[in-house]
């Protein structure tokens, strides 16, 4: 089964917002075995959103939209959905009692604008939205679905969740689509790819694998589609990918590695902490993103200024004079005194040159020093890095969470 | 003069990769007069992109596709393209030449699998990537201009700025199109647009004003089309803006706030630090992505924990036991003490409950207590938030930054 998103609004095509909800979409429809064929963005323009939903009806039979549903003018997308199904709008009262209920609790005034949002096409049947004030919108006909979302992250995560999926399930008989992923780190995609020549030559045809890079970390996405369970074999051929590259994946499953190290570190009780020169704290920051992470992790230092360095995380100022604070003893240094001020089981800690500026010919932009320290071992990393400021940063974070699994036993 | 843009990949289909290109081409393009009437985003597959080309083209003149150059199977865009353009491969040199370069210098060997990215289609010309190992491809032909560029977010970037832009510039007339954007913080939309009422109603047509709300800031970007500059009219309109909801601004120009606040305590040289509980360091960690921040920067804390807390900020334990870790006496203690350890002018610091877990009646989840400290006085203000974890500490570091504006005079 086949499905289109429409996006509506120019800040998507003009650049000043990233489209983080068609990413939401494909993986949550994915799960239920509806792949998305086609997602197309489009303006705040009447004729051009009544020209990409009859395309795109014409095409496949379930359309979603996202956007143009906030309460300003640029919004248009509930009048254009009106004449599309060419009828009124109705006012819905479950909407007005719930949106004076939101606006009482964020201590709002309720305007007329607001109320807007309340009267919906007479074609729709009302999508309940408990986290906003745009309610989504399912329309039915000619055997064609047509979901019409806000365009608010959090909003359209809601509704897809809670009212989307269930209602898509309960309607249609959908086939079986199903991927398993699992991510490596700090290994080119070309390398894995000669690796896994047989693997993939081998690949029976519902099946199929797609290498999906990102920084020094490729995920790798193994599919099939099927009629029925019982001709699901994606399971066995995943295993025997995982034997193929044993040693260079870092995890199973469509997840960020950070998650994974931070999951894990909960779930054993292994404390933690990092002293972060040129990733200012990017690396504890990915990390402390996992719920539950308090219980292991005290607290951290950026530490920028050489100063700091020696104050706080007691680096003798000798090193730093003799070896400079990018260097292999000044990362060891840090990684142990971090983990001494904070009383933790394990520590991470960079020096480093992110630029754009601060490089010599000695020392270049991109030359990272990580140092991984525990109780009973410390291992130190030399990384020449490439990219700009942010992409130097975000490797090093990849590069540190690969190391400590060089240290510790982390299962996939 | 308009373009679209279509993305190939099952992965932005599929929702495993987020598609930041596009943002980027939008903004890119607009700059020089090039609006993106329409994006989409296909399969690896070789019918659909045939037909998403020819539909394209159809309509307008310049397309740019991303995405289907990387050295591995699933990548199929460049076999396509000679299709469409009813001609064979060429080997470029020049592309040998690079990939030899640039595989030495990342010490990596080169195998056959990448010599075939300088296998190009006759009907192009080569677009250099300095950055990456696919070079863009241009096609030129029955007046349609097709551009053909890796997906790798850094390679689009250099290659649209280095090859792209000033190409476009050489072979077409432009019009002029004019943008202004200003952000605001701590604003609700709908009340933004009730101030706003007098103003949008006196815009000339050629004017349009487009809100985009994202967290608890609204950046309002104002557009005006021209055919010569004689026409322009948009810094006198976005004057009016301004004047007319002036408390409610926080930066000109279409800038991540954190980025407007890090550039003036660069430039002014005022030292900073913070002392995150619930944001974990990413109010910190936004600030740092400025180049030349560690001038200003020596470092600061994640303190988790009240141990933390106590230790390294000097919070006096009776605070924590008399009114709670989340607390205003506690926030304003952090701040002071962080201060006095990296010996700043300016300090922030945050404890809240990001949830989703470790909320109760009385301190729920979302509560955020917010200090920002000084020589001369501390503020300190009590937030309750919506949203999720990551919702939660994203509109922390916004009002943080906000409540900076509050204590120190920063210019627009």
Same mark, same amino acid.
């Given at each position: 089964?086949?499905?289109?998103?429409?996006?509506?609004?120019?800040? #998507?095509?003009?650049?000043?917002?990233?489209?983080?909800?068609?990413?939401?979409?494909?993986?949550? #429809?994915?799960?239920?075995?509806?792949?998305?064929?086609?997602?197309? %963005?489009?303006?705040?323009?009447?004729?051009?959103?009544?020209?990409?939903? %009859?395309?795109?009806?014409?095409?496949?039979?379930?359309?979603?939209?996202?956007?143009?549903?906030?309460?300003?003018?640029?919004?248009?997308? !509930?009048?254009?959905?009106?004449?599309?199904?060419?009828?009124?709008?109705?006012?819905?009262?479950?909407?007005?009692?719930? +949106?004076?209920?939101?606006?009482?609790?964020?201590?709002?005034?309720?305007?007329?604008?607001?109320?807007?949002?309340?009267? +919906?096409?007479?074609?729709?049947?009302?999508?309940?939205?408990?986290?906003?004030?745009?309610?989504?919108?399912?329309?039915?006909?000619?055997?064609?679905?047509?979901? $019409?979302?806000?365009?608010?992250?959090?909003?359209?995560?809601?509704?897809?969740?809670?009212?989307?999926?269930?209602?898509?399930?309960?309607?249609?008989?959908?086939?079986?689509?199903?991927?398993?992923?699992? *991510?490596? +780190?700090?290994?080119?995609?070309?390398?894995?790819? !000669?690796?896994?020549?047989?693997?993939?030559?081998?690949?029976? !045809? $519902?099946?199929?694998?797609?290498?999906?890079?990102?920084?020094?970390?490729?995920?790798?996405?193994?599919?099939?589609? %099927?009629?029925?369970?019982?001709?699901?074999?994606?399971?066995?051929?995943?295993?025997?990918?995982? %034997?193929?590259?044993?040693?260079?994946?870092?995890?199973?499953?469509?997840?960020?590695? /950070?998650?994974?190290? $931070?999951?894990? #570190?909960?779930?054993?009780?292994?404390?933690?902490?990092?002293?972060?020169?040129?990733?200012?704290?990017?690396?504890?920051?990915?990390?402390?993103?996992?719920?539950?992470?308090?219980? *292991?992790?005290?607290?951290?230092?950026?530490?920028?200024?050489?100063?700091?360095?020696?104050?706080?995380?007691?680096?003798?100022?000798?090193?730093?004079?003799?070896?400079?604070? *990018?260097?292999?003893?000044?990362?060891?240094?840090?990684? !142990?005194?971090?983990?001494?001020?904070?009383?933790?089981?394990?520590?991470?800690?960079?020096?480093?040159? /992110?630029?754009?500026?601060?490089? $010599?010919?000695?020392?270049?932009?991109?030359?990272?020093?990580?140092? *991984?320290?525990?109780?009973?071992?410390?291992?130190?990393?030399?990384?020449?890095?490439?990219?700009?400021?942010?992409?130097?940063?975000?490797?090093?974070?990849?590069?540190?969470?690969?190391?400590?699994?060089?240290?510790?036993?982390?299962?996939?």
């Amino acid at each position: 089964m086949e499905a289109e998103i429409i996006t509506i609004g120019d800040e #998507l095509l003009i650049g000043q917002t990233v489209d983080t909800n068609s990413a939401y979409l494909g993986q949550k #429809l994915g799960s239920i075995g509806i792949s998305i064929s086609r997602k197309t %963005a489009i303006r705040d323009n009447e004729s051009a959103i009544l020209q990409a939903i %009859a395309e795109s009806q014409s095409r496949c039979n379930i359309l979603i939209v996202t956007g143009g549903l906030g309460p300003t003018k640029d919004d248009i997308t !509930k009048k254009t959905l009106c004449k599309y199904f060419s009828c009124g709008y109705r006012r819905d009262d479950s909407v007005i009692e719930h +949106l004076e209920k939101i606006f009482a609790q964020r201590g709002r005034q309720l305007l007329d604008i607001n109320l807007v949002q309340a009267d +919906l096409p007479e074609a729709c049947v009302t999508l309940h939205n408990a986290v906003g004030t745009a309610p989504g919108m399912w329309f039915h006909q000619n055997n064609k679905i047509l979901i $019409s979302l806000p365009g608010v992250p959090v909003e359209v995560y809601h509704l897809i969740e809670e009212r989307v999926l269930p209602k898509l399930r309960e309607t249609l008989e959908l086939p079986i689509v199903e991927h398993r992923t699992l *991510v490596t +780190l700090q290994k080119a995609e070309s390398l894995l790819s !000669k690796d896994l020549e047989e693997f993939e030559k081998a690949l029976p !045809k $519902s099946l199929s694998l797609a290498y999906l890079p990102n920084f020094n970390m490729v995920k790798l996405r193994l599919s099939q589609k %099927a009629n029925s369970t019982a001709e699901l074999i994606i399971d066995e051929y995943f295993e025997k990918l995982i %034997a193929t590259i044993h040693n260079d994946v870092f995890c199973l499953g469509d997840k960020d590695p /950070a998650t994974h190290l $931070s999951e894990y #570190l909960i779930q054993e009780g292994i404390t933690f902490t990092s002293a972060e020169s040129c990733t200012g704290g990017f690396i504890a920051n990915r990390l402390m993103q996992t719920p539950g992470i308090s219980s *292991v992790f005290p607290g951290s230092i950026v530490c920028y200024s050489n100063d700091v360095k020696i104050s706080e995380l007691g680096v003798d100022p000798a090193i730093i004079t003799e070896f400079g604070a *990018v260097s292999e003893p000044c990362a060891v240094a840090m990684s !142990k005194g971090v983990r001494a001020k904070f009383n933790t089981q394990l520590s991470i800690a960079t020096t480093g040159i /992110a630029g754009p500026d601060g490089g $010599s010919k000695e020392k270049p932009v991109g030359l990272v020093y990580i140092a *991984v320290s525990t109780e009973t071992q410390t291992l130190c990393k030399k990384f020449r890095l490439f990219g700009n400021r942010e992409q130097i940063i975000q490797r090093s974070s990849n590069a540190a969470i690969w190391m400590v699994k060089q240290v510790l036993t982390i299962p996939l």
